[in-house]
T-cell receptor, first 115, second 109 residues
Framework: GAGVSQSPSNKVTEKGKDVELRCDPI?????LYWYRQSLGQGLEFLIYFQGNSAPDKSGLPSDRFSAERTGGSVSTLTIQRTQQEDSAVYLC?????????????FGPGTRLTVT | QQPVQSPQAVILREGEDAVINCSSSKALYSVHWYRQKHGEAPVFLMI?????EQMRHEKISASFNEKKQQSSLYLTASQLSYSGTYFCGTSFGNEKLTFGTGTRLTIIP
């Protein structure tokens, strides 16, 4: 079956512009995660959607970042008034059920460059 | 609380063995191991659960020492395909993972 897909694969934007990144999880997966990976760095947790529960937004670095998940499927991560330090690869992952015991399947990521 | 991985980087000749450690300051419920090749997404290797058994993926195995709050990844008779960055992700219950900073593994012929 299809894996996690993300679009666009690359995004170059000017400082101060807003961007939207999209994630299509594996069909039937109830949990969806967003991570940020700066060059050569680890995976920084951003936000976690678990079924119909309120999302865990504890990793969002500022109020310029927001995310939503519509209909329990597709998710959009929005970054407003982008800054150069927002440049990174944004990875989305989904898992069959929420929580630690379940493996996460990662999408290919969106490489965001803020000029 | 981010787990600490060691070493940060290791270089092996093909066929050599390596151990990568992942330590937590809190009691762990589960540990995930992922491998990420350059320019690609992380790929799941295995999960270890509290009270569970040692796991294996091909010639890679892992253990979970609850007392030490640590997991170790063992790479035996390393192959060129093992090159990449290995991340552990930890959870303290039925919740999100927190990933370590990664261990970069380079295998040379």
């Amino acid at each position: 079956g299809a894996g996690v897909s993300q679009s666009p694969s690359n995004k170059v934007t000017e400082k101060g512009k807003d961007v939207e990144l999209r994630c299509d999880p594996i069909s039937g997966h109830t949990a969806l995660y967003w991570y940020r990976q700066s060059l050569g760095q680890g995976l920084e947790f951003l936000i976690y959607f678990q079924g119909n529960s309120a999302p865990d937004k504890s990793g969002l670095p500022s109020d310029r970042f927001s995310a939503e998940r519509t209909g329990g499927s597709v998710s959009t991560l929005t970054i407003q008034r982008t800054q150069q330090e927002d440049s990174a690869v944004y990875l989305c992952a989904s898992s069959r059920l929420p929580g630690g015991p379940y493996e996460q399947y990662f999408g290919p990521g969106t490489r965001l460059t803020v000029t | 609380q981010q787990p600490v991985q060691s070493p940060q980087a290791v270089i092996l000749r093909e066929g050599e063995d390596a151990v990568i450690n992942c330590s937590s300051s809190k009691a762990l419920y589960s540990v995930h191991w992922y491998r990420q090749k350059h320019g690609e997404a992380p790929v799941f290797l295995m999960i270890l659960l509290k009270g569970g058994e040692q796991m294996r993926h091909e010639k890679i195995s892992a253990s979970f020492n609850e007392k030490k709050q640590q997991s170790s990844l063992y790479l035996t008779a390393s192959q060129l395909s093992y090159s990449g960055t290995y991340f552990c992700g930890t959870s303290f219950g039925n919740e999100k993972l927190t990933f370590g900073t990664g261990t970069r593994l380079t295998i040379i012929p």
